[in-house]
């Protein structure tokens, strides 16, 4: 049980549409970062997020955008869908402690028709 | 480049050792990452070593870093069915980015 909750568990949207995942995770945790993860590869760094800021990026369009609460919650947005983005995205939080260990949560599986 | 290099797949009876080999790219790295992932689950983190170690062992699982070859294994004593799934190495880049490897699927046989 690492604290870190994901919303949906699964997903299925059509090319063009825009979608929104939800990451929650506990007190203390003030770095989220998100991954996507195609079938059969490794997760893939999305961005990172430190106080509600923007705290790095991988290599991926700006159609791909992030919010962060005070509440230690998170977003993931997408808009224009495209089939590529079918993937499950993964939150991790970390609270930067001593070998900045990040801690996952389950998982949203997003499907693009 | 970017690239961490895994096997993609390791078969082992049960009670053997099972060894997962993984091959990183950035010497700056600072911690080097070894997770578990389960079908339809996210990743649990399994062991970690710091890049001036040179072997860290947790219970079962035996974590070795060369870091002239960049090279970096987790070996698993005693492997259990349970034991089953796909095995993730990830080395640390700059602010907590990681970047992870392609993966291993391990297949412990009963």
């Known amino acids: 049980e690492t604290g870190v909750t994901q919303s949906p568990t699964h997903l299925i949207k059509t090319r063009g549409q825009q979608v929104t995942l939800r990451c929650s995770s506990q007190?203390?945790?003030?770095?989220v970062s998100w991954y996507q993860q195609a079938l059969g590869q490794g997760p893939q760094f999305i961005f990172q997020?430190?106080?509600?800021?923007?705290?790095g990026r991988g290599n991926f369009p700006p159609r791909f955008s992030g919010l962060q609460f005070p509440n230690y919650s998170s977003e993931l947005n997408v808009n224009a869908l495209e089939l590529d983005d079918s993937a499950l995205y993964l939150c991790?939080?970390?609270?930067?402690?001593?070998?900045?260990?990040?801690?996952f949560g389950p998982g949203t599986r997003l499907t693009v028709l | 480049g970017e690239d961490v290099e895994q096997s993609l797949f390791l078969s082992v009876r049960e009670g053997d050792s099972s060894v997962i080999n993984c091959t990183y790219t950035?010497?700056?790295?600072?911690?080097l990452y070894w997770y578990k992932q389960e079908p339809g689950a996210g990743l649990q983190l399994l062991t970690y070593?710091?890049?001036?170690?040179d072997m860290k062992q947790d219970q079962r699982l035996t974590v070795l870093l060369n870091k002239k070859d960049k090279h970096l294994s987790l070996r698993i004593a005693d492997t259990q069915t349970g034991d089953s799934a796909i095995y993730f190495c990830?080395?640390?880049?700059?602010?907590?980015?990681?970047?992870f490897g392609t993966g291993t699927r391990l297949l412990v046989s009963p």
């Open positions: 991790a939080a970390t609270s930067g402690g001593q070998y900045n260990e990040q801690f």
């Open positions: 007190s203390g945790h003030n770095t």
């Open positions: 997020y430190y106080r509600e800021e923007e705290n």
């Open positions: 950035d010497s700056s790295s600072t911690y």
């Open positions: 070593i710091f890049s001036n170690m």
């Open positions: 990830a080395e640390s880049r700059g602010f907590q980015k990681l970047v």
